[in-house]
Nanobody, 117 residues
């Protein structure tokens, strides 16, 4: 099993920044790619960014140039640096970890990000 705990969410004004963290524990050796997803009220969960074990990254078009994903494999932690935040970035942000232990991967409980205009 793998456990994921997110932190770093909060309330910020438009144009501000936040840094989310996700710490993995348990059978972390089974983890490959990690990522961040978000879900706004009455909307489906959507991909924000992913990062491979070796550091290759992918981003949703809506966040390119404003958000950066990184990971520290030694600390079993993935980060999401969010700059120039917009009200439309408001959502519950979830950490995800791919693992050979579970086809659907593992999910954290989420951390709320609210951007005021």
């Amino acid at each position: 099993q793998v456990q994921l705990v997110e932190s770093g969410g909060g309330l910020v004004q438009a144009g501000g920044s936040l840094r989310l963290s996700c710490v993995a524990s348990g059978n972390t050796i089974s983890i490959s790619a990690m990522g961040w997803y978000r879900q706004a009220p009455e909307k489906e969960r959507e991909l924000v960014a992913t990062i491979s074990v070796r550091g290759s990254t992918k981003y949703a078009d809506s966040v390119k140039g404003r958000i950066a994903i990184s990971r520290d494999n030694a600390k079993n932690t993935v980060y999401l640096q969010m700059n120039s935040l917009k009200p439309e970035d408001t959502a519950l942000y979830y950490c995800n970890a791919n693992s050979w232990l579970r086809l659907s991967g593992y999910w954290g409980q989420g951390t709320q990000v609210t951007v005021s205009s």
